[in-house]
């Protein structure tokens, strides 16, 4: 987890859209079905006619069917945990861009909000005009030049936040130095 | 079902095929018979796999999660699909070792 200075407020946390967790589901909720395609194709192709799986098929096809399912179920959760774990958080004073990159990968960039040179909201393809997704790229002053968080739901309106509280910043840590003066 | 051309579908005919090539002869039968204990061991192998997998999971969910009250649905539904697959898993296999034995 991230760790905040004192004072700091968490402004947004934003998570990828939800069709881009689905997107990546829908290949593996198709092949969860591929035993009953085999079975099928088995059948369909004259196989079955000369070969037989021991004399209780149906137990050992099961068995296969079960295992085949339980890798799908893994493989959906590590997913998920992909999408959960991704996240951009916006507080009053800076940026954390979270980005799990499958189990034992973990990067987190880290930059002040008055680093901020320039942000993009794009919004790319039938699908994501209509469902209001898109990418936001965040271009800075600091070591890591641009931040892409891809597949994020209204990139627009978290734009115009962000924007919001980079104005927010600068005036006040103007006004601070003003104080100082 | 019928093929591009209109034609009605006939699929290959893949038993004519293996015995014609002289693969097999003529009312051969391929029957594989599975022994039980390997299906256990196997079973054994598949359970260590999802142990190992699920620490590791559940490790990224209370390290780095969000919420808790996701990551308690997220354990919830994963643990009680994983439960219903292996409690599936069982019976078959016990049904298979009393159907052999």
Known sequence: MIKLERNEKIILEVRR????LVAQWLP?????????????????????SFITLAKHPQEILTLLAAT??????????LIWTDYYLDILIVTDQRIFDIEQR?????????????????????????????????????????????????????????????????NTAIEQSRMVRIDGV | METASGAPFTPPDFKAFFIDSGFFKEGAQID????????????????????IISLILVYHWITYGYKAT????????YFAGAFVIFSVILITLL???NAIS
């Open chain 1, 17 to 20: 859209h939800w069709f881009m």
């Open chain 1, 28 to 48: 593996l909720i198709v092949v969860v079905f591929a035993p009953l395609f085999i079975k099928w194709g088995f059948g369909t192709l004259g196989f079955s």
């Open chain 1, 68 to 77: 085949w399912v339980l890798l799908v179920w893994i493989a959906l959760f």
């Open chain 2, 70 to 77: 996701t990551v308690t649905l997220a354990m919830l539904v």
């Open chain 2, 95 to 97: 049904a298979y070792g």
């Open chain 1, 102 to 166: 499958g189990l034992f990968s973990r990067e987190i960039s880290t930059f002040r909000l008055d680093r901020i040179q320039d942000i993009t909201a794009r919004i790319d393809g039938v699908i994501a005009t209509f469902l209001d997704f898109g990418d936001l790229h965040i271009q800075t002053a600091g070591e890591v030049p641009e931040i892409v968080v891809r597949g994020i739901p209204n990139p627009h309106k978290i734009r115009e936040s962000v924007s919001r509280a980079q």
């Open chain 2, 32 to 51: 594989f018979f599975v022994n039980p204990k390997i299906l256990w061991v196997s079973a054994g192998v598949l359970l260590l796999f999802f142990v």
